[in-house]
């Protein structure tokens, strides 16, 4: 018995040792990337700074997209938090610093942020401090099927202006083509249409009068217009058969496969309409063709007004100090590239988006550099609670159950409520 | 008489004191305790981060009165659990009335009706999500053959509803069917065979000897399905997390959604405590008007 504990001890103890040893400290880095390529990346990319920085262990977790927005709060304020999550900046980020589960990282990454986008950063800073970097950027736009345009006798390139997308949804419809599909079951791809209206409509001032109660808030003539234009889209009846209950990955799959003429896309869509087409290749990129959204007539905004994505990585309260020296590491010049040539990303790292391999994505790059007005995603930007009544409504806008009124409502109503 | 009692309430009292303590204990820490907490959000407008301070009294339960989708939420509910007493109940009784009886196959076809129960929830959702899919699914194969073009059944509003419904009585009549066999087969033949003895007919014999003596069984059984309807939550997200436009939500998916999903700690805490006080008032109602004979 006693040999036994002995044994026992010593081997605790060696445990112990070996395990001081081994490693200092551990990050706890929690992502929500699925695509399966881009994690082997980024693993190595882990191992790399393992390597460089002896006595630091990364630790890579993961959850699943609405999981992880449903567990942070609780896991945020846990103790055994991990320490760089994954962030869609915007309302969700500055709820997280009022509540004071970040680190301010303004000290550490000074010079090196001063190499990044200067928007894409300014949306992971509040009130002068930066909580976080941003690794990527992303355009909402119209990715359309050349062969399935061509049938229909429509020219992708022509259409700049809201009036040219319905004619061409009608000469898709007339050619028994359908025009777009949408993941209308998730709700968000459907905002994308009333935000980005917005966008047009109103440009940055629009949005800024709204958010500051002025002009009927969210209630306002801007957002009742976007509605309204929105319906006219919709009762052209242009979404494929059921599009109320397709998720996104269902609906960009079915893009992949060529059974929808246009999809209103994120530009990482890209990527996963190969992954999701039901050959696993999807469309070429010969067959693959992009435009902007729309401009409508007198609207506010500027043609080149952007609505995206600014996706990074914040470092939580307490996390070791090489947290943030990880996360500089990760939106380096060679990691940015490395993952730009994969197409994976747009990078923020100014002069990576040279290594960006496909015509397609180096367009999208330009479009985000020339735009003076990026607009986060509105169910980030105005926080999970409003966010997600602009989804709702929109889903009930496309569903014909609500009104461009009583849409504008709803939210305006959310917007007040607040949280 | 006092002399014999003592020793009694003693050894009842150290049992009181050994026992209950660690129970009550749980108890407080794992139900009370979280109810109490429930309570006290459901009056602050509260997002889960750090400690809530902006009391907001009772406006988040007007919030959710005043939320079209929780009528909806309720509606649905309510319509649960009427399909599961005049549909499912019957169904499964009539089965099980079938099935008790010994015969080849009986004890084969128990177990396929019975199937559906053991699946879990999501996986159920998830294989009808694919069985309904308009394009792909076995209703769409169904429909093609008829050179038809099938509905997607879970992408309206309209058709929503009568999708899950299709679902949880398909999932859950075995169970309430395995019930009432156990019930039957423990059941006293005697009085079956005394009432065949007295010429009665089979359908007397079920409407004055077996449904009479199944009461229990039957009671229970609609206590079974009414809870269950009121936290059905797991079959409606893999299938339509509630949509489209709000239409498929149950109180529990709404309270998911609305709540958790938005970060509204306070919301959703209100719209727990009114689905608290609804099972609780249910359930000691039942038990007070329906069940009291059976202590």
Redesign the interface.
């Known amino acids: 018995m006693t040999v036994f504990r002995r044994l026992l001890g010593s081997a605790v103890g060696l445990a112990c040792l070996a395990g001081t040893a081994w490693a200092d400290t551990t990050l706890k880095w929690l992502h929500i990337e699925v695509n399966p390529n881009q994690v082997k990346i980024w693993e190595e990319v882990a191992r790399d700074f393992e390597a460089k920085n002896p006595g630091v262990k990364i630790e890579m977790q993961f959850l699943e997209n609405?999981a992880y927005?449903?567990k942070a709060?609780?896991l945020?304020?846990s103790k055994d938090r991990p320490h760089i999550i994954y962030s869609w900046a915007g309302g969700?980020l500055k709820?997280?610093v009022?509540?004071?589960?970040l680190e301010d990282i303004t000290a550490q990454v000074t010079p090196h942020k001063d190499q990044l986008s200067a928007s894409a950063v300014k949306a992971f800073t509040v009130d002068g401090k930066i909580y976080g970097l941003p690794h990527t950027v992303s355009q909402v736009g119209f990715m359309y099927n050349k062969e399935l345009f061509a049938k229909a006798g429509v020219d992708g390139t022509k259409i700049a202006t809201w009036d040219d997308l319905l004619g061409a949804v009608k000469k898709l419809k007339d050619a028994n083509v359908t025009p777009i599909v949408v993941g209308?079951?998730d709700?968000w791809p459907l905002h994308f249409y009333w935000t980005h209206l917005a966008v047009r409509l109103g440009g940055k001032a629009g949005f800024d009068a709204a958010m500051k109660g002025e002009n009927g808030g969210f209630e306002g003539d801007v957002f009742q217009k976007s509605g309204e234009h929105f319906k006219q889209l919709v009762d052209l009846q242009p979404f494929q058969?059921?599009?109320?209950?397709?998720k996104n990955p269902q609906a960009v799959g079915a893009f992949g496969d060529g059974k929808g003429a246009m999809i209103l896309a994120i530009s990482s869509f890209y990527h996963t309409q190969r992954a999701l087409a039901a050959d696993k290749t999807g469309l070429s990129d010969d067959k693959v063709g992009w435009f902007n959204f729309p401009t409508v007539a007198g609207g506010k905004g500027e043609a080149s007004d952007t609505l995206g994505g600014v996706n990074g990585w914040l470092v939580t309260k307490g996390a070791p100090k090489e947290a943030a020296e990880f996360v500089k590491f990760f939106i380096s010049d060679a990691v940015q590239k490395r993952l730009a040539q994969g197409n994976f990303l747009i990078p923020t790292f100014k002069g990576a988006e040279s290594g960006l391999g496909s015509p397609f994505m180096r367009n999208i790059a330009q479009n985000i550099a020339a735009s003076k007005y990026h607009q986060n995603f509105y169910d980030q930007d105005l926080?999970?609670?409003v966010g997600?009544v602009v989804n709702?409504a929109t889903?009930?806008l496309a569903?014909g159950?609500?009104t461009p009124k009583q849409a504008a409502k709803a939210i305006q109503d959310a917007f007040k409520?607040?949280? | 008489m006092l002399m014999t009692r003592k020793p009694y309430d003693a050894g009842k009292l150290t049992a009181l004191l050994l026992f209950l303590p660690p129970a009550l204990l749980l108890f407080t820490l794992f139900v009370v305790m979280p109810i109490g907490e429930a309570a006290w959000y459901s009056g602050f407008n509260w997002n889960g981060f750090g400690t809530p301070k902006n009391w907001i009294g009772w406006d988040n339960y007007r919030f959710v009165f005043d939320n079209k989708a929780f009528g909806t939420a309720f509606k649905n509910n309510l319509l649960i659990i009427v399909v599961s007493l005049l549909v499912q109940l019957p169904l499964a009784l009539s089965l099980a009335l079938i099935l008790a009886r010994a015969f080849k196959g009986a004890v084969m076809l128990r177990m396929l009706f019975f199937m559906p129960y053991i699946l879990a929830e999501i996986a159920t959702g998830l294989i009808f999500s694919f069985v309904y899919d308009g394009d792909f699914g076995l209703l769409a194969a169904i429909y093609r053959q008829f050179g038809a073009q099938a509905p997607h059944l879970l992408a309206s509003p309209d058709t929503s509803m009568l999708a899950i419904l299709l679902v949880i009585v398909w999932k859950y009549f075995g169970f309430h069917m395995m019930l009432f066999i156990a019930a039957l087969q423990g059941m006293d033949k005697n009085l079956v065979e005394a009432a065949r003895v007295d010429g009665a007919n089979r359908w007397q014999i079920l409407r004055h000897i077996i449904i009479p003596l199944l009461r229990p069984t039957i009671k229970l059984s609609i206590f079974f399905a009414i809870v269950g309807s009121l936290q059905l939550f797991d079959l409606i997200m893999p299938l339509t997390r509630g949509g489209p436009a709000d239409s498929s939500h149950t109180m529990v998916s709404f309270l998911y959604n609305f709540g958790v999903m938005r970060m509204r700690v306070g919301f959703g805490s209100a719209v727990g405590v009114i689905l608290f006080v609804i099972c609780v008032t249910f359930a000691f109602s039942y038990k007070k008007w329906f069940m009291r004979d059976e202590d």
Not at chain 1, 98 to 101: L, P
């Open positions: 609405e927005k449903a709060p609780t945020l304020q969700v709820a997280q009022e509540a004071g589960v209308g079951a709700k058969q059921g599009f109320l209950g397709f926080g999970p609670s997600r709702d889903a009930e569903g159950t609500m409520q607040g949280n």
